[in-house]
């Protein structure tokens, strides 16, 4: 029988996607050869297995040739008996159990020894970018929730939410989910406005991601709501003014095209030819001449009315609903050893004066294992977490203490290993003033975040800021501060003014009315300066080959005028002498 073997401690290992890994191998024959002989000739197999699936080979050593794989390689000489295996460019489906069997033949192909030895391999996967979003109004007043989520996490990801400068800030629960990834933000201000960044990690690296939230107030959101509105009431009269102005003109037009019988004849008729037909009712019935009719002359059509085309309207994408947690609060649960690291702080910030000594207390929960450890570091004001410096660092019973605040900072309980890590800062300086940050790591305890938050202000650079959150109207004032130390003391007044969102509505609707406004009346004096316009046009004139039943014939008019006229002047006048004649005494018969 062949002996395969592996080193102690390297039958499950754990390696980072992208990198490469070795899977440690080799075999001895039990006649205690040193090296191979010249009768051995070995065949060798790996082979990767699935949960649930078939073999799948990797490499193969056959006649002293290996089978070809860009990312797969023998470390050594299989003379020397070590078949440890190289795998490049690890990716995440590489995870799984890697068998290597080995078979010794001797001269006659007859197979003398055969072996197998497996190795489980687990890739790990740094979180990928993670996507920011927030839900909610940002108005002051309300709540808003900030999402962050890393599509690709081997393990999952823990999240961390920060806000950076003017104001840095570091959340925790409850209001920070650190599994789901969301930051729930209640009551909001306008200083809670800024730039907030969420960071994904495990244990093999991390990712960072950030959305702006800027806090409106109830004034500003109704100005810019009465604007928008009265723009869009302005808009629809306008377009109304239009339409009513173009079906107008449209009727105008088709009253134009009517043709009347017993309409009058244009004055500016021609005279008629001699060779002409008149008749003689002194009407003209109909005119033939040599000269052909001119046909009327074509009208250009005018141009048609614009008929807007409603437009498609877009259709947002409803964000991913995310699992609800605002219903009840979970119920306690016993904390079993290797399962949960839980790290309690103060939640108030501490003040000491300049030159005391601070105790800053850290609590812990979890097994304590071979793989504790604790760290103490410090982040400036004004800085993220990711720029902090380390103090003391606990490992392996041994503490390690780092960086400028190192001679002034110890343990309150060495070894910090029966859940008490609290640490120590004698003779406080201005500089000492941030955030201390108290993290226990015990792997692979990763169930909660093990990490605690001090914040310390040493009492020489206490900053007067005061926070007003909910404002209303009797929040209004005039608000003294008052500095003042073992010498005196000296304050300054300032004036506050809270106006009620109601006034920004009724502005905002005055503006967006004066809007409309402003755009009717330019509307308007546009389409009286047209019609102005088109009054001013010469008018079109009949053309004289328009034919019409009731129309008098040119000429006939006068001729018939001048009949009339002698015949009324035959009526008028009166007989003379010498048209008397003597009457006749015969009777006159009939």
């Not at 989520?149 to 840095?168: D, H």
Request: aromatic share 6%; charged share 20%; net charge neutral.
């Amino acid at each position: 029988q062949l002996e395969m073997e592996v080193s102690t401690g390297f039958n499950k290992l754990e390696a980072v996607e992208g990198e490469e890994v070795v899977l440690p191998a080799w075999y001895t024959l039990p006649r205690e050869e040193s090296s191979s002989q010249p009768w051995e000739v070995p065949l060798l197999f790996w082979y990767l297995e699935h949960e649930g699936k078939d073999l799948k080979q990797v490499l193969s050593y056959i006649n002293g040739v290996v089978s070809s794989n860009p990312r797969v390689s023998l470390v050594h000489s299989v003379s020397t008996r070590n078949v440890s295996l190289r795998l490049e460019a690890l990716q995440e489906e590489d995870s799984g159990t890697y068998r290597c069997s080995v078979n010794v033949q001797d001269d006659g192909s007859t197979t003398m020894y055969h072996g197998s030895k497996s190795i489980e391999l687990k890739v790990l996967v740094p979180p990928a970018p993670p996507s920011c979003s927030f839900q909610g109004v940002p108005y002051v007043g309300t709540n808003v929730t900030l999402n962050c989520k890393s599509p690709r996490s081997k393990p999952t990801a823990q999240y961390q939410w920060e806000k950076l400068a003017p104001s840095p800030q570091v959340f925790f629960g409850p209001a920070l989910d650190a599994i789901r990834g969301s930051l729930k933000l209640t009551n909001l201000s306008t200083s809670m406005s800024g730039v907030y960044v969420c960071k994904a990690q495990n244990r093999v690296g991390f990712t960072r991601c950030n959305v702006t939230l800027e806090v409106m107030t109830g004034s500003k959101a109704a100005v810019v709501a009465g604007a928008v509105v009265g723009t869009l009431v302005g808009l629809v009269l306008l377009a109304g003014l239009v339409l009513l102005y173009q079906r107008r003109n449209k009727t105008l037009e088709e009253l134009a095209n009517d043709i009347k019988e017993d309409a009058i004849a244009p004055r500016t008729l021609p005279w008629t030819k001699g060779s002409d037909t008149i008749s003689k009712n002194g009407t003209l019935s109909s005119v033939t001449s040599a000269r052909a009719l001119r046909p009327p002359k074509a009208v250009p059509p005018r141009p048609g009315t614009f008929t807007p085309t409603p437009s498609v309207s877009s259709q947002a994408l409803s964000s991913p609903r995310l699992p609800r947690t605002d219903g009840p609060p979970p119920q306690p649960v016993s904390l079993a050893p290797g399962l949960a690291v839980e790290v309690t702080v103060p939640t108030e910030p501490l003040s000491v004066p300049k030159g005391k000594t601070a105790e800053l207390s850290c609590r812990y929960s979890t097994s304590v294992g071979d793989n504790f450890a604790l760290e103490w570091s410090f982040v400036p004001p004004g800085k993220p977490i990711s720029a902090s410096l380390p103090i003391l660092y606990f490992t392996n019973n041994h503490l390690y203490p780092t960086g400028s605040k190192a001679d002034r900072a110890s343990l309150l309980h060495s070894p910090p290993t029966a859940g008490v890590a609290t640490l120590k800062l004698t003779d406080l300086r201005p500089s000492d003033t941030g955030t201390y940050l108290c993290n226990v790591n015990n792997p692979p305890d990763f169930y909660t975040n093990g990490l605690g938050l001090i914040n310390l202000t040493v009492l020489d650079e206490v900053s007067g800021q005061l926070i007003l959150t909910n404002l209303s109207l009797t929040s209004s004032g005039t608000y003294r501060c008052v500095a003042s130390n073992q010498m005196g003391s000296a304050s300054c007044e300032l004036n506050l003014s809270v106006t009620d969102s109601s006034e920004g509505r009724v502005a905002g609707t005055l503006i967006g009315v004066l809007l409309g406004v402003l755009l009717l009346s330019v509307a308007a004096f546009c389409l009286i300066r047209f019609q102005k316009e088109r009054k001013k046009e010469p008018k079109e004139t009949y053309g004289g080959s328009d034919l019409r039943e009731d129309a008098t014939a040119p000429g006939v008019s006068e001729q018939a005028s001048m009949r009339a006229d002698y015949s009324k002047r035959l009526l008028e006048k009166v007989p003379s002498d010498s048209t008397v004649t003597t009457k006749s005494k015969l009777s006159m018969v009939v």
